[in-house]
């Protein structure tokens, strides 16, 4: 299993941006689809962003799709969530996770691996 270390979560204004920062550990980073996924309070986890093991696939929420980006650097190790024109909605806890298949995580919403999560709160 990878491990995997979020940053970058904090207090945000709506229509402002922050991005999310997930580290990876181990040299295989680039053998293992990453996403987010994010968990409200009182709410379900739910998919995000998942992004294949090349970056070339990208699915991603209807919520956020044209506001947030998946993208990844596998010399870094390191899969990034830049979140624009971010909602109160959008308020969350923010995890990272890793699994074999990019698409499998987004219909499954499971991974084999997960991050500790960052709080991103968004002010109206």
């Known amino acids: ?10 207090l945000v204004q709506a229509g402002g941006s922050l991005r999310l920062s997930c580290a ?25 962003a998942t992004i294949s093991m090349s970056g070339r696939t ?12 998946i993208s990844r650097d596998n010399v870094k190790n390191t899969v990034y969530l ?9 308020t969350a806890v923010y995890y990272c996770a890793s699994d074999s298949s990019a698409y499998g995580m987004r219909y499954s919403l499971s991974a084999a ?12």
């Open 24 to 48: 990876a550990s181990g040299r295989t980073f680039s053998s293992y689809a990453m996403g987010w996924f994010r968990q409200a309070p009182g709410k379900e986890r739910e998919f995000v």
């Open 1 to 10: 299993q990878v491990q995997l270390v979020e940053s970058g979560g904090g």
């Open 82 to 90: 830049q979140m624009n024109s971010p909602k109160p909605e959008d």
């Open 113 to 124: 691996s997960w991050g500790q999560g960052t709080q991103v709160t968004v002010s109206s």
């Open 58 to 69: 990208t699915y991603y929420a209807d919520s956020v799709k044209g506001r947030f980006t």
